[in-house]
């Protein structure tokens, strides 16, 4: 059926077999992120420029590989359809099994306990000081010497526990000042 030039009917009819669309969208899905996961892993989360240029182009390199250059309404929706209920079934596999969980909800990782900073998982997760500094600083604290705990959560955000007792740490000098990061074994 043709309206004004359009051809419902050829927009409609799948122009690539709907299992080659189904089985391309969920392999494509599961190695996109795998591979998002252990790249973004121990990034904060607050997306960078070039985070955004990694998604950017990610999406457009895999197009291809995952459509198979479909042209049909009804492949579209079917490969967007097939992306969403994949991901469903990945957090619903991470729900059910403590090993899937483990990947797709990784556990937290220290970052400062009691005013010492922990460099090893600042090494591991390519996070400098610096980083470390600015996201205490969005949670409301100036000095390392006033957390109790810091921790990359497994979402990629950095949650603070301040200390509560309200008393001067001993690694604040007297004059208010204070000194360097203090540093914790790497053992």
């Known amino acids: 059926m043709v309206i004004l030039g359009f051809d419902i009917g050829a927009a409609l009819t799948p122009d690539v077999n709907i299992l080659e669309t189904v089985v391309r969208g969920v392999i494509m899905y599961l190695a996109i992120f795998v591979m998002l996961r252990v790249v973004l892993r121990g990034r904060?989360?607050?997306?960078?420029?070039?985070?955004?240029?990694?998604?950017?182009?990610v999406s457009d390199a895999a197009q291809n590989a995952m459509a198979a250059n479909y042209i049909s309404i009804?492949?579209?929706?079917?490969?967007?359809?097939?992306?969403?209920?994949?991901s469903f079934v990945v957090d619903w596999l991470a729900f059910r099994f403590p090993s899937v969980q483990?990947?797709?909800?990784?556990?937290?990782?220290?970052?400062?306990?009691?005013?010492?900073?922990?460099?090893?998982?600042?090494?591991?997760?390519?996070?400098?000081?610096?980083?470390?500094?600015?996201?205490?600083?969005?949670?409301?604290?100036?000095?390392?010497?006033?957390?109790?705990?810091?921790?990359?959560?497994?979402?990629?955000?950095?949650?603070?526990?301040?200390?509560?007792?309200?008393?001067?740490?001993?690694?604040?000098?007297?004059?208010?000042?204070?000194?360097?990061?203090?540093?914790i074994s790497e053992a």
């Open 102 to 183: 483990g990947f797709v909800h990784p556990e937290r990782k220290p970052l400062v306990i009691d005013g010492r900073v922990i460099r090893k998982t600042l090494k591991e997760e390519l996070m400098t000081e610096r980083e470390l500094m600015t996201q205490l600083r969005l949670n409301g604290v100036e000095d390392v010497v006033d957390v109790k705990a810091a921790y990359l959560e497994g979402n990629g955000e950095v949650s603070v526990v301040k200390r509560s007792d309200g008393s001067t740490p001993a690694a604040r000098k007297p004059d208010g000042s204070t000194r360097t990061l203090p540093r």
């Open 74 to 86: 009804t492949s579209g929706i079917v490969l967007v359809a097939t992306i969403f209920v994949t």
């Open 44 to 57: 904060s989360s607050a997306v960078t420029v070039s985070d955004l240029l990694v998604f950017v182009l």
